[in-house]
């Protein structure tokens, strides 16, 4: 399993540490910027995103809860972003153009859906989005409780995704632990990203290596 730890839950008066832990023990390191619109809570801009550039040997995975998403996409490319995630919902009818200036950055384009969404939304960019990010708890605070309901979402919409021989990877976000985790990899995800569960455990690597052993 890709594991994906959300920075959401480091500690920021000690970002380096984590950022060298992650280094060393993650795959993919998940950033969450919200706008307080969006979602209900504000997370962190460019002060430090911008100071992270180059700071990561993983690649660097942006998630944007905020309203126009596309207003930050060439300064999140320019941070050193790999991939980058908007939500449908902020999308407007603009979703494959998104992708493709996305793209045109050479960023991986993400979709990302809270989980009052039919994934059938997505089915439209399959084979165009590189991959699709389902929440697995509404998108705006770390430490929630994973909703059971995601795994049927996640086997779905991989079905339709081997059906139509399509390449593209499930990203699963919210509430994922050691105890949900097994039962992610079953239902198809591709990528996990946890928060909590990485940050607050007494040993994070040990956390991150179980969830890649999964
Ligand atoms: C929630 C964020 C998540 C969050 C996950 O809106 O998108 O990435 O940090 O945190 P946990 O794993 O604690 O649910
Ligand atoms: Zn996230």
Redesign the pocket.
């Known amino acids: 399993m890709t594991v994906a730890p ?1 920075l ?2 480091a500690d920021f008066l000690n970002l380096s540490k984590d950022v060298a832990m992650l280094n060393a023990n993650a795959d993919i390191a ?1 950033l ?1 910027i919200m706008d307080g619109v969006f ?1 209900p809570n504000l997370s962190f801009g460019f002060s430090v995103v911008d100071a992270l550039k180059g700071k990561f040997d993983i690649p660097v995975d942006a ?1 944007l ?1 905020v309203v126009h998403p596309e207003r930050w996409f060439e300064r999140f490319a320019n941070a050193g972003v790999k991939m980058l995630s908007f939500h449908w919902e902020e999308s407007r009818g603009r979703t494959s153009e998104f992708i493709d200036r996305l793209h045109s950055l050479g960023l991986k384009a993400g979709i990302a859906i809270n989980p009052d969404i039919p994934v059938s939304r997505l089915y439209p960019y399959l084979g165009k989005a590189d991959y699709f990010l389902i929440m697995s ?1 509404f ?6 409780s994973f909703i059971p309901g995601s795994l049927d979402r996640v086997s779905a919409l991989k079905r339709k995704i081997e059906a139509g021989g399509f390449r593209a990877a499930i990203e699963v ?4 632990n050691l105890s949900n985790a097994a039962d992610l990899a079953r239902a198809g995800a591709d990528i996990l ?5 990485v940050f607050n455990a007494g040993d994070p690597a040990s956390v991150i290596r179980k969830l890649q052993a999964v």
Request: no cysteine; hydrophobic share 40%; aromatic share 4%.
């Open positions: 959300s959401l839950s998940h969450d979602v998630h809860m708890v998108a705006g605070f770390g430490g929630q976000d919210g509430g994922v990203v946890a928060g909590s569960a």
